[in-house]
């Protein structure tokens, strides 16, 4: 499967990382989900809509610190798209509250159409493609190294 196969519609990275997806050719939606840890540039990517979501409750500054993107979902009115930020914002009891953001339109936020492809490339890798935080040990070429040392 190629990138260009699927149309990613949202994904929540927490303890489980899942993704919703639809796939043209066979006309269906998908949901997948994995438990490994993922890939630093997956964190990266979904951490990157941190001002997306506190700048939609109207925080802006080092308050911003207090949010926590964990995933997205993708919507469409009369063909017009618009991205919704779901996350986590620790309370100044240090209590961490469910939010999500409003509707942010994909068109005319600058900076969320190269967000959102950078994040779709990264679920991509992670589902598709095997990129996870720690490689595949392989312990058999390592006692083939010791033998012949």
């Known amino acids: 499967m190629k990138f260009t196969d699927i149309q990613i519609l949202g994904c929540k990275v927490a303890k489980k990382v899942s993704m919703n997806y639809y796939h043209p050719k066979e006309g269906l939606n998908y949901n997948v989900e994995?438990?490994?840890?993922?890939?630093p540039d997956l964190v990266e990517a979904i951490?990157?809509?941190?001002?997306?979501?506190?700048?939609?409750?109207?925080?802006?500054?080092?308050?911003?610190?207090?949010?926590?993107?964990?995933?997205f979902q993708i919507h469409e009115d009369k063909e017009v798209f618009s991205v919704v930020v779901v996350g986590k914002m620790t309370t100044?009891?240090?209590?961490?509250?469910?939010?999500?953001?409003?509707?942010?339109?994909?068109d005319?936020?600058?900076?969320?159409?190269?967000?959102?492809?950078?994040?779709?490339?990264?679920?991509?890798?992670?589902?598709?493609?095997?990129k996870s935080a720690q490689?595949?040990?392989?312990f058999k070429d390592e006692e083939k190294k010791e033998e012949k040392e």
Do not use: C, M, W
């Open 108 to 130: 005319e936020e600058k900076d969320v159409p190269e967000k959102l492809a950078t994040l779709r490339k990264e679920l991509f890798g992670y589902f598709f493609e095997g």
């Open 92 to 106: 100044l009891e240090g209590e961490d509250v469910s939010i999500k953001s409003g509707k942010i339109l994909i």
């Open 34 to 39: 994995d438990g490994e840890y993922p890939h």
């Open 47 to 71: 951490a990157a809509f941190k001002p997306n979501l506190a700048e939609s409750h109207y925080i802006i500054g080092e308050e911003q610190d207090y949010f926590r993107p964990q995933g």
């Open 135 to 138: 490689a595949t040990i392989p």
